[in-house]
T-cell receptor
Framework: AQSVTQPDIHITVSEGASLELRCNYS??????LFWYVQSPGQGLQLLLK??????LVQGIKGFEAEFKRSQSSFNLRKPSVHWSDAAEYFC?????????????FGKGTKLSVKP | GAVVSQHPSRVICKSGTSVKIECRSL??????MFWYRQFPKQSLMLMAT?????????EQGVEKDKFLINHASLTLSTLTVTSAHPEDSSFYIC???????????FGQGTRLTVV
């Protein structure tokens, strides 16, 4: 069965430091992969997605993610974190090949940013 | 991106009563809407998929008679939690998309507390 694992529940980084949030998935075919961000009281906002092609995907707000099939990973990165990046981040996979709406989510990683 | 609005953002209700949550697509017509549920420190779990004008498709383990979903128009879907119990307390979030294999946009979610 498909699943998404985010190993880190909570991460704290200093402002200006680099960030990597881990995501591992289990999926039989070529996955559709997503990263969403959720700020307190807000809905989920799509940061980036991977369907096919270049395995390094650029997203909004300076985020990028790299799809590594051999490691079943889709880690999210940002070279320099801003205080406004503090939020909860969710990795997700489309439940069926090609699905962008029917998603399986990881448990999320809460990011705290210290001055 | 497109805007999806959920109302209310927070609601407290007494055990045994019913509560209705609305999900509206404000600037596009949503042929498909998805309803998710999120328990504390857990991932978002898909409850059901609704297509405008037809009955919702519920995920395994979700009681369709308890969680009534109506998608009567292309801009509005409602989730009614009937005979609510404290264990129904959760964060409910919807997403909506135009149709086909397009991106789904999320509402800001509704925090339901049953006392």
């Amino acid at each position: 069965a498909q699943s998404v694992t985010q190993p880190d529940i909570h991460i704290t980084v200093s402002e200006g430091a680099s960030l990597e949030l881990r995501c591992n998935y289990s999926y039989g075919a070529t996955p559709y992969l997503f990263w969403y961000v959720q700020s307190p009281g807000q809905g989920l906002q799509l940061l980036l997605k991977y369907f096919s092609g270049d395995t390094l995907v650029q997203g909004i707000k300076g985020f990028e993610a790299e799809f590594k099939r051999s490691q079943s990973s889709f880690n999210l990165r940002k070279p320099s974190v801003h205080w406004s990046d503090a939020a909860e981040y969710f990795c997700a996979v489309g439940r069926r090949t090609g699905s962008q709406g029917n998603l399986i989510f990881g448990k999320g990683t809460k990011l705290s940013v210290k001055p | 991106g497109a805007v999806v609005s959920q109302h209310p953002s927070r609601v407290i209700c007494k055990s045994g009563t019913s509560v209705k949550i609305e999900c509206r697509s404000l600037d596009f017509q949503a042929t498909t809407m998805f309803w998710y549920r999120q328990f504390p420190k857990q991932s978002l779990m898909l409850m059901a998929t609704s297509n405008e004008g037809s009955k919702a498709t519920y995920e395994q383990g979700v009681e369709k008679d308890k969680f009534l979903i109506n998608h009567a128009s292309l801009t509005l879907s409602t989730l009614t939690v009937t005979s609510a119990h404290p264990e129904d307390s959760s964060f409910y979030i919807c997403s909506a998309r135009v149709g086909g294999n397009t991106e789904a946009f999320f509402g800001q979610g509704t925090r339901l507390t049953v006392v």
